[in-house]
Nanobody, 120 residues
Framework: QVRLVESGGGSVQAGGSLRLSCVAS????????MAWFRQRPGKEREEVAR????????YIAVSVVGRFTISQDNAKTTLYLQMNNLKPEDTAIYYC?????????????WGQGTQVTVSS
């Protein structure tokens, strides 16, 4: 049973930083494409960042490039999203997601989400 649990959300002021974590249980990240999504209030869910099954080729959405970084630990059990210079428009529920194999197609597994609130 694949399970994803996010943590690290919270409330910060604009310009601050947070690091989100997503712990995978039931498997290692080695065989999975991993991604971070977010859903802002009144908006559709959007992909923020993803990393390929080989741990390479990170993708960062234009809206957060230069501020957000996706990574995973060497044991490949935890996915991270480092978020710097946060802006009020980054306020959202952040989800991690996984799909077996390369990053093509829908994600099969989702975490429960963690709230990030950025105040001006």
């Amino acid at each position: 049973q694949v399970r994803l649990v996010e943590s690290g959300g919270g409330s910060v002021q604009a310009g601050g930083s947070l690091r989100l974590s997503c712990v995978a249980s039931g498997y290692t990240l080695r065989d999975y494409c991993m991604a971070w999504f977010r859903q802002r209030p009144g908006k559709e869910r959007e992909e923020v960042a993803r990393i390929e099954v080989d741990g390479d080729s990170p993708y960062i959405a234009v809206s957060v490039v230069g501020r957000f970084t996706i990574s995973q630990d060497n044991a490949k059990t935890t996915l991270y999203l480092q978020m710097n210079n946060l802006k009020p428009e980054d306020t959202a529920i952040y989800y991690c997601a996984a799909r077996r194999g390369w990053c093509m197609g829908d994600y099969s597994y989702w975490g429960q989400g963690t709230q990030v609130t950025v105040s001006s």
